[in-house]
Protein backbone atom coordinates (compact mmCIF):
# COMPACT_ATOMS: atom_id res chain seq x y z
CA UNK A 1 0.00 0.00 0.00
CA UNK A 2 1.46 3.40 -0.29
CA UNK A 3 2.34 4.95 2.69
CA UNK A 4 2.07 8.32 4.25
CA UNK A 5 3.16 11.06 1.94
CA UNK A 6 4.58 14.81 2.96
CA UNK A 7 5.68 17.73 1.31
CA UNK A 8 8.34 19.91 1.39
CA UNK A 9 11.10 17.23 2.29
CA UNK A 10 13.07 20.39 3.66
CA UNK A 11 12.51 24.10 4.24
CA UNK A 12 15.15 26.78 5.32
CA UNK A 13 12.77 30.19 6.18
CA UNK A 14 14.16 33.08 8.23
CA UNK A 15 12.51 33.52 11.66
CA UNK A 16 9.50 35.67 11.34
CA UNK A 17 8.33 33.85 8.48
CA UNK A 18 5.81 31.64 7.89
CA UNK A 19 5.40 27.95 6.66
CA UNK A 20 2.96 25.36 5.84
CA UNK A 21 3.72 21.59 5.51
CA UNK A 22 1.61 19.03 3.65
CA UNK A 23 0.30 15.62 5.14
CA UNK A 24 -1.57 13.18 2.62
CA UNK A 25 -2.04 10.02 5.01
CA UNK A 26 -2.80 6.48 4.20
CA UNK A 27 -6.08 5.80 2.60
CA UNK A 28 -8.87 4.87 4.88
CA UNK A 29 -6.93 5.95 8.13
CA UNK A 30 -9.27 8.23 9.62
CA UNK A 31 -6.48 9.52 12.59
CA UNK A 32 -3.99 11.71 11.57
CA UNK A 33 -1.26 12.61 13.59
CA UNK A 34 1.47 15.54 13.57
CA UNK A 35 4.12 15.59 15.38
CA UNK A 36 7.60 17.79 16.12
CA UNK A 37 10.43 15.66 16.27
CA UNK A 38 13.94 17.88 17.69
CA UNK A 39 17.07 16.83 17.24
CA UNK A 40 17.91 13.93 19.52
CA UNK A 41 14.78 13.51 20.94
CA UNK A 42 11.33 11.49 20.73
CA UNK A 43 8.71 12.79 18.72
CA UNK A 44 6.14 14.86 20.53
CA UNK A 45 2.65 14.93 19.56
CA UNK A 46 1.17 18.62 18.43
CA UNK A 47 -2.43 17.91 17.20
CA UNK A 48 -4.22 14.72 16.51
CA UNK A 49 -7.16 14.49 13.89
CA UNK A 50 -9.92 12.03 13.99
CA UNK A 51 -11.49 12.30 10.64
CA UNK A 52 -11.89 15.65 10.20
CA UNK A 53 -12.34 16.62 14.20
CA UNK A 54 -9.41 17.68 16.33
CA UNK A 55 -8.66 15.29 19.16
CA UNK A 56 -6.26 16.74 21.13
CA UNK A 57 -4.08 19.88 20.48
CA UNK A 58 -2.83 20.39 24.12
CA UNK A 59 0.80 20.67 23.01
CA UNK A 60 0.04 23.08 20.09
CA UNK A 61 1.28 25.93 20.79
CA UNK A 62 -1.77 28.26 19.31
CA UNK A 63 -0.53 31.42 19.04
CA UNK A 64 2.20 30.47 15.88
CA UNK A 65 0.91 27.11 15.17
CA UNK A 66 -2.34 26.09 13.39
CA UNK A 67 -3.84 22.86 11.53
CA UNK A 68 -6.46 21.77 9.62
CA UNK A 69 -7.97 18.61 8.13
CA UNK A 70 -10.60 19.39 5.45
CA UNK A 71 -12.81 16.50 4.22
CA UNK A 72 -11.06 13.88 6.48
CA UNK A 73 -7.91 13.74 4.06
CA UNK A 74 -5.31 15.48 3.76
CA UNK A 75 -3.85 18.06 6.53
CA UNK A 76 -1.88 20.88 6.43
CA UNK A 77 0.18 22.54 9.59
CA UNK A 78 1.41 25.73 9.72
CA UNK A 79 3.66 28.08 11.53
CA UNK A 80 3.14 31.66 11.88
CA UNK A 81 5.56 33.42 12.60
CA UNK A 82 8.13 30.94 13.03
CA UNK A 83 11.09 31.02 15.50
CA UNK A 84 14.03 29.94 15.93
CA UNK A 85 13.29 27.07 18.18
CA UNK A 86 10.57 25.78 15.94
CA UNK A 87 13.91 24.03 14.09
CA UNK A 88 12.80 20.15 14.02
CA UNK A 89 11.09 17.74 11.73
CA UNK A 90 7.69 17.56 11.25
CA UNK A 91 6.27 14.31 11.06
CA UNK A 92 2.69 13.48 10.06
CA UNK A 93 1.60 9.55 10.75
CA UNK A 94 -1.68 8.26 10.49
CA UNK A 95 -3.68 4.95 12.15
CA UNK A 96 -6.77 3.12 11.20
CA UNK A 97 -9.83 4.56 13.55
CA UNK A 98 -10.14 3.35 16.85
CA UNK A 99 -11.88 5.18 19.66
CA UNK A 100 -10.08 2.77 22.65
CA UNK A 101 -7.09 0.63 21.91
CA UNK A 102 -4.37 1.06 19.73
CA UNK A 103 -3.27 0.93 15.77
CA UNK A 104 -0.24 0.78 14.15
CA UNK A 105 1.19 4.41 13.34
CA UNK A 106 2.57 4.54 9.83
CA UNK A 107 4.84 7.89 9.40
CA UNK A 108 5.35 9.70 6.61
CA UNK A 109 9.36 10.69 5.64
CA UNK A 110 9.14 14.25 7.71
CA UNK A 111 9.52 17.90 6.34
CA UNK A 112 13.12 19.17 7.93
CA UNK A 113 12.65 22.80 8.44
CA UNK A 114 15.40 25.25 9.42
CA UNK A 115 15.02 28.34 10.74
CA UNK A 116 17.71 30.95 10.39
CA UNK B 1 -0.40 13.29 31.68
CA UNK B 2 2.43 10.00 30.66
CA UNK B 3 6.02 10.29 31.35
CA UNK B 4 7.98 7.45 29.58
CA UNK B 5 11.65 7.58 30.60
CA UNK B 6 13.81 5.50 28.37
CA UNK B 7 17.53 4.40 28.79
CA UNK B 8 20.03 4.26 27.70
CA UNK B 9 20.71 6.67 25.60
CA UNK B 10 23.65 5.21 23.91
CA UNK B 11 24.53 1.84 23.43
CA UNK B 12 27.30 -0.09 21.62
CA UNK B 13 27.72 -3.14 20.84
CA UNK B 14 29.51 -5.89 19.16
CA UNK B 15 27.98 -7.83 15.84
CA UNK B 16 26.66 -10.82 17.69
CA UNK B 17 25.99 -9.40 20.92
CA UNK B 18 22.60 -8.56 22.33
CA UNK B 19 21.15 -5.56 23.22
CA UNK B 20 18.45 -4.34 25.85
CA UNK B 21 16.97 -0.88 26.18
CA UNK B 22 14.61 -0.57 28.83
CA UNK B 23 11.66 2.31 29.45
CA UNK B 24 9.39 2.92 32.18
CA UNK B 25 6.41 4.45 32.53
CA UNK B 26 4.00 6.49 35.32
CA UNK B 27 0.41 5.60 34.43
CA UNK B 28 -0.63 1.88 35.36
CA UNK B 29 -3.58 1.76 33.57
CA UNK B 30 -1.10 2.11 30.28
CA UNK B 31 -1.84 -1.37 27.82
CA UNK B 32 -0.38 -0.77 24.86
CA UNK B 33 3.35 -0.58 24.24
CA UNK B 34 5.16 -0.32 20.73
CA UNK B 35 8.43 0.11 19.76
CA UNK B 36 9.56 2.23 16.58
CA UNK B 37 12.84 1.95 14.39
CA UNK B 38 14.37 5.03 13.14
CA UNK B 39 17.59 4.86 10.81
CA UNK B 40 18.94 8.26 10.01
CA UNK B 41 17.26 10.94 7.82
CA UNK B 42 14.43 8.23 8.32
CA UNK B 43 11.03 7.63 9.34
CA UNK B 44 10.38 5.60 12.15
CA UNK B 45 8.66 1.91 11.78
CA UNK B 46 7.21 -0.06 14.16
CA UNK B 47 9.53 -3.05 15.05
CA UNK B 48 7.22 -4.69 17.94
CA UNK B 49 4.49 -4.03 20.27
CA UNK B 50 2.74 -5.83 23.44
CA UNK B 51 -0.26 -5.07 25.06
CA UNK B 52 -1.02 -5.44 28.64
CA UNK B 53 -2.36 -8.86 28.34
CA UNK B 54 0.96 -10.83 27.64
CA UNK B 55 4.43 -10.46 29.16
CA UNK B 56 6.75 -11.10 26.74
CA UNK B 57 6.44 -11.61 22.86
CA UNK B 58 8.87 -12.52 20.15
CA UNK B 59 9.33 -12.03 16.30
CA UNK B 60 12.49 -13.55 15.30
CA UNK B 61 16.01 -11.59 16.74
CA UNK B 62 13.83 -9.06 18.99
CA UNK B 63 11.33 -9.25 22.19
CA UNK B 64 9.93 -7.24 24.05
CA UNK B 65 8.90 -7.88 27.68
CA UNK B 66 6.66 -6.07 30.17
CA UNK B 67 6.15 -5.92 33.69
CA UNK B 68 3.46 -4.52 35.10
CA UNK B 69 3.87 -4.33 38.46
CA UNK B 70 6.74 -2.15 38.03
CA UNK B 71 5.49 -0.34 35.14
CA UNK B 72 8.68 -1.00 33.03
CA UNK B 73 9.00 -2.76 29.13
CA UNK B 74 12.18 -3.74 27.71
CA UNK B 75 13.41 -4.47 24.13
CA UNK B 76 15.84 -7.13 23.36
CA UNK B 77 17.74 -7.67 20.35
CA UNK B 78 20.01 -10.79 19.77
CA UNK B 79 22.73 -11.57 17.22
CA UNK B 80 23.17 -7.93 16.20
CA UNK B 81 23.45 -6.91 13.39
CA UNK B 82 25.21 -4.08 11.77
CA UNK B 83 21.60 -3.10 9.54
CA UNK B 84 20.13 -2.87 13.43
CA UNK B 85 22.06 0.20 14.33
CA UNK B 86 19.36 2.85 14.69
CA UNK B 87 17.61 5.02 17.15
CA UNK B 88 15.13 3.21 18.68
CA UNK B 89 12.10 4.33 20.65
CA UNK B 90 9.60 3.08 22.92
CA UNK B 91 5.88 4.96 23.94
CA UNK B 92 2.88 4.66 26.13
CA UNK B 93 -0.52 5.37 25.83
CA UNK B 94 -1.62 8.33 27.69
CA UNK B 95 -3.59 7.86 30.84
CA UNK B 96 -7.36 7.76 29.85
CA UNK B 97 -9.58 10.16 31.49
CA UNK B 98 -13.00 8.56 32.88
CA UNK B 99 -15.29 8.05 29.89
CA UNK B 100 -12.83 9.68 27.23
CA UNK B 101 -11.04 8.04 24.78
CA UNK B 102 -7.60 8.43 23.59
CA UNK B 103 -7.42 7.52 19.74
CA UNK B 104 -4.48 5.82 20.17
CA UNK B 105 -2.16 9.05 21.38
CA UNK B 106 1.25 8.01 22.11
CA UNK B 107 3.94 9.26 24.42
CA UNK B 108 7.27 9.00 23.00
CA UNK B 109 10.56 8.34 24.96
CA UNK B 110 13.49 9.99 24.42
CA UNK B 111 15.51 7.53 22.15
CA UNK B 112 18.20 5.59 22.19
CA UNK B 113 21.30 5.55 19.66
CA UNK B 114 22.38 1.59 19.31
CA UNK B 115 25.60 1.13 17.05
CA UNK B 116 26.42 -2.38 16.21
CA UNK B 117 30.53 -2.41 15.14
CA UNK B 118 30.97 -5.16 12.46
Known amino acids: EAGVAQSPRYKIIEKRQSVAFWCNPI?????LYWYQQILGQGPKLLIQFQNNGVVDDSQLPKDRFSAERLKGVDSTLKIQPAKLEDSAVYLC??????????????FGPGTRLTVL | GENVEQHPSTLSVQEGDSAVIKCTYS??????FPWYKQELGKRPQLIID?????GEKKDQRIAVTLNKTAKHFSLHITETQPEDSAVYFCAAPPKFNAGGTSYGKLTFGQGTILTVHP
Open chain 2, 50 to 54: IRSNV
Open chain 1, 93 to 106: ASSLERTRGYNEQF
Open chain 2, 27 to 32: DSASNY
Open chain 1, 27 to 31: SGHAT
